[in-house]
């Protein structure tokens, strides 16, 4: 266990040179992940494995490339297109060898299932699970849905990856790695708590009449609150449903299996493709708003550094965590909004998502 720990403490020491120092926490426990036949009787980690949805540009690619330069993680890039995710990873100057691309396309829960089979077949075992990846719809005037019917914004961000980590638990639970995680990508818009996320459409999942119709715009809302159809307000409470699967995974799971949940707001990327529906007015203006007015701006960059922490830094063990991060770019926990961290809503949220994507 003590050696563990000092070997946990050398790789803070070297995590934090290479991505930023953050505030200390202490959490390791003995693992035969630790290579014993290392030289002069020093222990060693075996290369970690992670999977980053969404890793083919914005957040999640920088993440890849924060953890894969490392050389203590492969990356397994989890993206719906593969061809962007090569040439993603390539202009990245991610080394050849350092990740692996595999198909996921989270708009299709038949897709997510044969994620799962191909990853098992692949032999890797599974350390920890980032799901970044996110649709954003804010000038969408009517809904689009995935393959399954549902909502594409709810339907991807928070349904695709619930099917997901759902599914990698037994693999998660499997790993020998000391510090097992499952991070979800939250969002300062879905919390109300906030000046962000008090511009309207505030998210609200209401009484959930929507979500436990299906989000089909058929026979129920394509709106998790039963209302009309706003892009901008089904991303932000898709951002709760993150929030709150992340608190719930925590409650049911943490103290059997050990495994860190967490989820981060990682600040204001203003110019990743998440903007992309935006008019263009819109991308002109909000980075260097961001810059200058609300100083909430950081860059792909920082940001990938930030959610390779929340991932990877042995400091950042914690669960039930949602992290961000102040001007100094030091890590603490923040408060969650009401309704992003009421434990019925949770509840209610885990049940009916699973209904849906057919785990009850
Ligand atoms: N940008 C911000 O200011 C900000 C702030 C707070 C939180 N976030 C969160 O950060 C995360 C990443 O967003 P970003 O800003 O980096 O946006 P981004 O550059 O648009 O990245 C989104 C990623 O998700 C992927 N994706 C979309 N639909 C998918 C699907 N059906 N299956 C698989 N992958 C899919 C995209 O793939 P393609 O490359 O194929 O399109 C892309 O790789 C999101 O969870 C977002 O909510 C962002």
Redesign the pocket.
Known sequence: MLIVCECFSTKQREFNARIGAVRAQTTATASPAVNRSAPEGKKTLRQGCVVV??????????TAKALAETGKWHVIM????FL??ER?AKSAGMAKGSYTVMH?????LD?VRQFVESFRRSGRPLDVLV??????QPTAKEPTF?ADGFELSVG??HL?HFLLSRLLMDDLQKSDYPSKRLII?????GNTNTLAGNVPPKANLGDMRGLAGGLNGLNSSAMIDGGDFDGAKA?KDS?VC?MLTMQEFHRRYHEETGITFASL????????????EHIPLFRLLFPPFQKYITKGYVS?DE?GKRLAQVAADPSLTKSGVYWSWNKDSASFENQLSQEASDADKARKVWEVSEKLVGLA
Do not use: H, M, W
């Open positions: 949805t969404g890793a083919s540009s914005g957040l999640g690619l920088a989890a993206c719906r297109d962007k995710a993603a996921l396309d989270l708009a299709s897709s799901c970044n990846a996110a649709v954003y995935t991807t961000n695709g990508v939250g969002s300062i818009t991303y951002k993150n707001y990682p600040g204001c990327i203003a110019t990743t493709g998440l903007f992309r792909e940001a």
